[in-house]
């Protein structure tokens, strides 16, 4: 069950949290953890030390993962966030959205 349908490079909106109401593209999915990392959302600085001798140091920010139950698939066909639909073509399985009904 919970069976993930967030893929790499979609578009999602946060639902909730710090970062609720943000969009942003897919970088990565982790299906293990039911976790995605977006770009731009939960966003953690992390300070370098520097390496050697004259080395400024400095921050890092990195997107962190969040659970993928907290976002929602924004279809680019009606521009909305949506719940994500399946339907069987012939052997393979395509997404669709389940507000325009277009292929996602
Ligand atoms: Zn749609």
């Known amino acids: ?55 400024q140091g400095g921050i890092i920010k990195k997107e962190a993962p969040i659970y993928a139950c907290k976002v929602q698939k924004v279809c680019p066909k009606c521009n909305k966030p949506t719940r994500i639909g399946h339907k069987v073509e012939g052997d393979k399985k395509v997404r669709i959205c389940k507000k325009c009904g277009a292929e996602i």
């Open 1 to 55: 069950m919970n069976k993930m349908s967030i893929r790499k490079d979609d578009t999602v909106i946060v639902l909730s949290g710090k970062d609720k109401g943000k969009q942003g593209k897919v970088l990565n999915v982790l299906p293990k953890e039911s976790k995605v990392v977006v770009e731009g959302v939960n966003v953690v600085s992390r300070h370098t030390k520097p390496r050697k001798q004259g080395d």
